[in-house]
């Protein structure tokens, strides 16, 4: 049952990933181009250059804010790493309670106050 849950969970999330490609593709962009962008800004030393900058800077906010609701692309690219995890994920607690070496030597303690010599 634990199974089936993280296979749907893990389907709705690829599904929404592969929604929100292009438009996380497109936040990307826009904001390698505004950082460039801010960077020319502070390089420029004449006014109609700083002015110029900063347009195309503004263009590449709006772009860059058109493209917001691909964080949701980001939230299920998570999602389906945790139901990644979750999924490749053994059990490992009775392993752990057998080859702790301080049960084992509790376990060997109370064999030697036991025996005889």
Not at 51 to 74: D, E
Not at 81 to 100: A, G, L, M, R
């Amino acid at each position: 049952m634990k199974k089936f849950g993280l296979f749907l969970v893990g389907g709705i999330a690829a599904i929404t990933l592969l929604a929100n490609v292009g438009p996380m593709i497109g936040l990307a962009i826009s904001l390698v181009i505004l950082y460039f962008v801010f960077k020319e800004f502070l390089k420029a030393s004449k006014t109609p250059s700083k002015i110029a900058w900063a347009i195309i800077g503004l263009i590449a906010l709006t772009a860059s804010l058109a493209n917001v609701p691909s964080i949701i692309g980001l939230v299920a690219a998570y999602v389906l790493y945790f139901v990644y995890k979750k999924w490749n994920e053994t059990k490992e607690t009775n392993k752990t309670v057998e080859s702790d070496p301080f049960i084992n030597f509790e376990k060997q303690w109370a064999e030697l106050k036991n025996t005889k010599i």
